[in-house]
């Protein structure tokens, strides 16, 4: 069975740091390539930072420079730090776990940006 649990939501005043964190278990995690998404309230889902099984990176542009993606294959884990947090980083922000035609979400976290 395979799960993808976030964790380390929650609430943060503007110009804050938070990460986030996905552990994966049921799936051979070296393999996958990783990303986090977020979706605010009335908007689509939006791929916010990505890594693949090699580690390459990618962020979108409202992120650049404030959020850091990470993995640790031996733990089976992927992160995001999240520094000078702005209002509209508010959204639940999901993890996500993709290899070729497979795709599993996490069940997502809330992240408040306000103060």
């Known amino acids: 069975q395979v799960q993808l649990v976030e964790s380390g939501g929650g609430l943060v005043q503007p110009g804050g740091s938070l990460r986030l964190s996905c552990a994966a278990s049921?799936?051979?995690?070296?393999?996958?390539?990783m990303g986090w998404y977020r979706q605010a309230p009335g908007k689509q889902r939006e791929l916010v930072a990505s890594?693949?099984?090699?580690?390459?990176?990618k962020y979108t542009d409202s992120v650049k420079g404030r959020f850091t993606i990470s993995r640790d294959n031996a733990k089976n884990t992927v992160s995001v730090q999240m520094d000078s947090l702005k209002p509209e980083d508010t959204a639940v922000y999901y993890c996500?776990?993709?290899?070729?035609?497979?795709?599993?979400w996490g069940q997502g976290t809330q992240v408040t940006v306000s103060s």
């Open positions: 890594i693949t099984s090699g580690g390459s990176t």
């Open positions: 996500n776990a993709r290899t070729g035609l497979l795709v599993y």
């Open positions: 049921g799936i051979f995690f070296n393999s996958y390539d």
